[in-house]
């Protein structure tokens, strides 16, 4: 066998060795991990009933620091008055029974799956109305158990919860969603929740709701005193702002479409009584249809909603322009039999004049001339009125009664439009 072979040889086999002595290395390390575990939560070695200490290993109130990572909000129910969300949940504290050695450095952390094996705060949503833990394809839950026992135990869970709600100002309101956290039997003494320091709820970036849009979210502490004690309570409030877009387009947009198509028998002959009638219960049905379909999407309140006087006055204007077409119909019918008594009248005159006339001689109907221009003359000069100057163009009261409409019924919707919307759209929210 020649040098350079032998030398191949020898490298071979040094390389198998150290792969092997790697292997090993980890096997053992491996190993040494489990002697860890076994060291701090053996049998006899770690009770999961009794809580930790305080700081510093004091008999105080063991301190868990929390955060939370919003994933996904699914939905806002209005008529349920509550929202779902989708979150990871995670707990930190510190238990100096599950110190271990870290191996210089190179055992960063211990993980488990299986919570019963350490203490865990006995925390629970207090507005909860449903929840569940995700288990595809494993159980997403970890506890993360580190050389200076701190524990991390972060797990993600879906929630349904209650989110009580004023709707005075909807569709213009913006709405708060809490998210309580309290302990169940641990009293201050013995557990207390702060938020984690720096960044305590985390938002996903591409957050996306389809009729809200989330606007900010504050932290705080809400602490509750009952018979049995003082327990410890975070909150985070949600601020949502509903997009007004959508009810803009499929509301108000429509009912004002409405109003309008309402205007229109003002315009129509007075004789056109079929067309008239039918204009105007068609659109009073379509409004009173309108006005059903949006309180069937909301829960039935005791106080009045922004969308209910905008609805409410859409149908009064409605309602207002057949009432008008029923007073039109009424004055023409009564301008009718006017008429027909002044022809009467003006026949009877006219036969009493020409017997008159006959009577009369040249002198006398000279006469008379005279004293009628006279008394014309001694009248006092009247100034003329705009209004009825204009009006007596129209010979009629039912046409008066129509033109007055044209003009009267889109003034005052335009007055209520800015009365409307300057209540309401620049309207502050009121405290809570």
């Not at 309602?319 to 009424?330: I, K």
């Not at 008429?339 to 040249?362: G, H, V, Y």
């Not at 705009?386 to 007055?404: A, G, N, Q, Y």
Request: aromatic share 12%; charged share 20%.
């Amino acid at each position: 066998m020649g040098t350079g072979n032998f030398f191949w040889v020898i490298f071979y086999f040094a390389s198998l060795c150290s792969a092997s002595l790697a292997n090993n290395a980890k096997i053992n390390f491996r190993e040494k991990e489990k002697k860890v575990l076994d060291q701090i939560l053996g049998a006899g070695k770690y009770d999961a009933r009794i809580r930790p200490s305080g700081i510093n290993g004091t008999d105080g109130a063991a301190v868990v620091s929390v955060n939370i990572f919003v994933r996904s909000i699914s939905k806002i129910d209005d008529v349920t008055m509550e929202y779902s969300v989708q979150l990871t949940f995670r707990e930190q504290w510190t238990d100096e029974r599950l110190k271990f050695d870290d191996i210089q450095g190179r055992l960063k952390y211990l993980t488990l799956t299986e919570a019963n094996r350490v203490w865990m705060p006995d925390l629970f949503f207090s507005n909860e109305k449903e929840g569940h833990f995700h288990n595809i394809i494993m159980p997403n839950v970890y506890i993360r158990i580190f050389p200076n026992g701190s524990v991390l135990y972060s797990i993600r869970i879906s929630l349904t919860l209650a989110c009580p709600m004023n709707l005075k100002l909807y569709p213009l309101d913006r709405q708060i969603c809490s998210l309580r956290m309290a302990s169940y039997g641990w009293t201050t003494n013995d557990l207390v929740f702060l938020w984690k320091e720096g960044d305590p709820v985390q938002v996903v970036k591409n957050l996306h709701l389809p009729r809200f849009t989330l606007e900010k979210f504050l932290t705080d502490y809400c602490n509750s005193k009952t018979n049995t004690g003082e327990y410890s309570c975070l909150k985070v409030d949600l601020l949502f702002k509903r997009e007004f877009s959508y009810y803009l387009i499929q509301i108000y947009i429509p009912c004002c479409m409405l109003v309008i198509v309402s205007w229109v028998s003002f315009w129509l002959d007075q004789g056109a009584v079929p067309a008239r009638v039918s204009l105007g219960v068609t659109t009073l049905l379509t409004m009173a249809t309108q006005t059903s379909g949006i309180n069937a999407s909301l829960p039935p309140v005791s106080y009045t909603k922004a969308i209910d006087v905008w609805t409410g006055v859409c149908l009064t204007f409605v309602f207002g322009a057949l009432l008008e077409f029923a007073l039109v119909n009424y004055a023409s019918r009564s301008d009718m039999h006017k008429e027909n008594m002044k022809k009467k009248r003006r026949d009877l005159e006219q036969a009493s004049i020409d017997a008159a006339s006959d009577l009369l001689d040249t002198d006398s109907n000279a006469t008379f001339a005279m004293l009628r221009q006279c008394e014309v003359h001694m009248q006092a000069p009247k100034r003329p009125n705009c209004c009825k100057t204009w009006l007596s163009k129209f010979p009629t009261r039912s046409k008066r009664i129509d033109v007055i409409s044209r003009i009267t019924f889109p003034l005052v919707f335009a007055l209520f439009n800015l009365v409307y919307w300057s209540t309401y759209l620049f309207r502050e929210e009121e405290d809570e």
